[in-house]
């Protein structure tokens, strides 16, 4: 069946980084346009990137404002997402997502996510 599991989150102080990995598995990874979603809470969730199958082009929130890369790599059946400049407010459970067949947008729909890594950015 289809696995997605996270890590890489932490606890960090602002303006600091972290790199989350999630590795997919039961799945043609390659097949598939990734992405990055967040939950804290009380708040709605918030996706915070999109990769396409080839990791050529990516989609970001308006609020990640050059902060965050995604990229993957599909021999290793990885995606990841590199933080930099975190602030309080990112502190969230942070979640890879596989999207839907054919479909690679902000807004595109799946049916498989992982567990989730919690990041929490304070001093």
């Known amino acids: 069946q289809v696995q997605l599991v996270e890590s890489g989150g932490g606890l960090v102080q602002p303006g600091g980084s972290l790199r989350l990995m999630c590795e997919g598995s039961g799945f043609i990874f390659k097949n598939y346009a990734m992405s990055w979603f967040r939950q804290a809470p009380g708040k709605g969730r918030e996706t915070v990137a999109v990769?396409?199958?080839?990791?050529?082009?990516?989609k970001y929130g308006d609020f990640v404002e050059g902060r965050f890369t995604i990229s993957r790599d599909n021999a290793k059946n990885t995606v990841y997402l590199q933080m930099n400049s975190l602030k309080p407010e990112d502190t969230a459970m942070y979640h890879c997502a596989r999207l839907d067949f054919g479909t690679y947008g902000l807004a595109s729909p799946y049916a498989h996510r992982g567990q989730g890594t919690q990041v929490t950015v304070s001093s």
């Open positions: 990769i396409d199958t080839g990791g050529i082009n990516t």
